[in-house]
C-alpha cells in the first residue's frame, strides 16, 4: 500500500514539476505560427473579381458566341461552352493548380497540392507585394476562372460542326496538356517575399556565409516557370489565355474542315441581339480578369488595370467601326463588338503595365489590326474559323504580348519592372525586354500548335472530330442534345 502510494506521489511531483518547467520562457514547446493577416479589402475584391470573371464566360462568352450561329446551332455553342466550365472546374481542384503553381520544373508543376492538399483559408499565397499575402483558397477560386474560359474560347472555332463528343474528350485532354504547362511557365514564380528574404539576408551576410547565402538567393530567383524566368511579362494572359486558345482554334478549324457550303451559303449571325449582350458582360467581366490579376485592392495596380480596360476597348472597339466604315460603307455593330473583344484582348498583357495614353494607343492599333486578320487575311487563306477565334484572340494576343514590352517603358507611362531584390523599379532595357516577349510568344505558338495538332489528331481517331454532312445540315441542336433554340 505504502509502495502504491509513494509511486502516485511521485507521479503527481513529476506532472507538477512537467507543468512547472513549461511556464519556464525558453523551455516551453514553440506556440503554433498565428494566421497571416490577410487583409479584408483584398480579399473581397479578389472573390468579386472571381465571380465577374466566370461572368465572362457564363452568361458573356456563351452569349456571345450563340448569337453568332446560325438558330439551328445556338444550343449546341451554349453547351459546348458549359461543359467546359464544368469539367474545367473539376479537373483543376483534383490537379490542375497543383500542376500549375507548385514547383517542380520550369516546364510544368509537381503534384505537392494534389487535390488541394494543403490548402485553406489560412494558407498563403503570394501577391505583388512583399509581406502583402492574400488568402490560397481565393487564390485557387481567382485562377481556376482562367482555366475555365480559356478553351471554352477555342470551341467558336469550330462551332456548327464538331461533334459534342469529341469537344468532350478535347478539352480535359488540352488544358492537361497545353494550358497548366504555359501557365505554370508564365506565372509560377516564388513570389516577392521569398526574393526580398533571400535578398536581405545576402546583404547581411558575413563573409563565412556569403557564398551559401547568395547560392539560395540563385536557387529562389531560379524557382520559376521557364517563361517568367526569361523576363516575359503578361499582366492577365496574353499569351497564357488568348495566343494559346486562338491559335489551337485555328489548328482545330484547320483540321475539323469548312462547314458544309461555307463561302458559298450565307451564313449570318442568327441574333446580333444576343451577341450584344454576350460582348456587353465580356466587357464588365473583363474588369475581373484584368484588375484582378493585380491580385490587390490597389489604384497603382488594380485601378491602372481598370482605367486601361475602359479606354483600350473604347480605342479599338471605335478603331474597327470607322476601318469598316471606311471600307464597307457602313458601320455595323457586329464591327463595333468585334472591335471591343479585340481591345479587351490586346490590353489583356499590358493592364497592369501600360499607361492610359498607351493603352489608347494599343487598343486603336489592335482594332485594326484584328479587322484586317478577320476578313481580308482570312479570306486570302480560305480557312472556316467560324466565330474568328484566331483573327481576334491569338493575333490580338500577339499584338498585346508584344506591344507590352514596349508600353511598360516609365518613358512611356509605363509601370516598370519591380526588381524584388532591391525593391525598386529596375532599369528599363528596350532589346532585353522585347527579346524575352518574342521567345514568349515564339514558345507559346510552339507548344500550342503542336500540342494541338497531336490532341485533335487523338480525338479525330478514338471519337472522329465532326458529324456528318446530313446531320450538319440539320444542325447540332437536334443532333447532338435533342433540343431547339426557339420554336415556331
Sequence with gaps: MLNTLTRAGLAALTLAGAAFLLTVPGLAEPAAPPPPNFNKGDAAWMMTSTVLVLLMTIPGLALFYAGLVRPKNALSVLTHVFYTVCIVMLIWVIYGYSLTFTGGTSIIGGFDKLFLRGVTGDSPAATFSVGVPLSEII?????????????????????????????????????????????????????????????????????????????KLEAVNADAGLIFGWGAIDFAGGTVVHINAGLAGLIGAIMVGRRTGYGKELMPPHSLVMTMIGAALLWVGWFGFNAGSALEATGAAAGLAMINTFVATAAAALSWLFAEWLIKG??????????????????????????????????????????????????????????????????????????TGILVNPSLGGTGIMNYETGKIAEYAFD?????????????????????????????????????????????DIVNHGERAYTM
Design 139 to 215: 487564390y485557387v477560386c481567382f485562377q481556376m476562372t482562367f482555366a475555365v474560359i480559356t478553351p471554352a474560347l477555342i470551341v467558336g472555332a469550330f462551332a456548327e460542326r464538331m461533334k459534342f463528343s469529341a469537344v468532350v474528350l478535347f478539352v480535359p485532354l488540352w488544358v492537361t496538356f497545353i494550358y497548366f504547362p504555359i501557365a505554370h511557365m508564365v506565372w509560377y514564380w516564388a513570389g516577392p517575399d521569398a526574393i526580398a528574404e533571400a535578398a536581405k539576408a545576402l546583404a547581411a551576410a558575413t563573409p563565412a556565409n556569403k557564398a551559401e547565402l547568395a547560392a
Design 330 to 403: 457602313k458601320a455595323s455593330l457586329l464591327g463595333a463588338l468585334s472591335g471591343c473583344i479585340a481591345g479587351l484582348v490586346a490590353i489583356t498583357p499590358a493592364a497592369g503595365y501600360a499607361g492610359p495614353m498607351g493603352a489608347i494607343v494599343l487598343g486603336l492599333i489592335a482594332g485594326i489590326v484584328c479587322l484586317m486578320f478577320c476578313t481580308t487575311i482570312k479570306n486570302m487563306l480560305g480557312y472556316d474559323d467560324a466565330l474568328d477565334v484566331f483573327g481576334v484572340h491569338c493575333v490580338g494576343g500577339i499584338l498585346g504580348a508584344l506591344l
Design 432 to 476: 532585353t525586354q522585347m527579346i524575352a516577349q518574342a521567345k514568349a510568344v515564339l514558345l507559346t505558338l510552339v507548344w500550342s500548335g503542336v500540342g494541338s495538332v497531336i490532341i485533335f489528331k487523338v480525338v479525330d481517331i478514338l471519337v472522329g472530330l465532326r458529324v456528318t454532312v446530313e446531320q450538319e445540315r440539320e444542325g447540332l
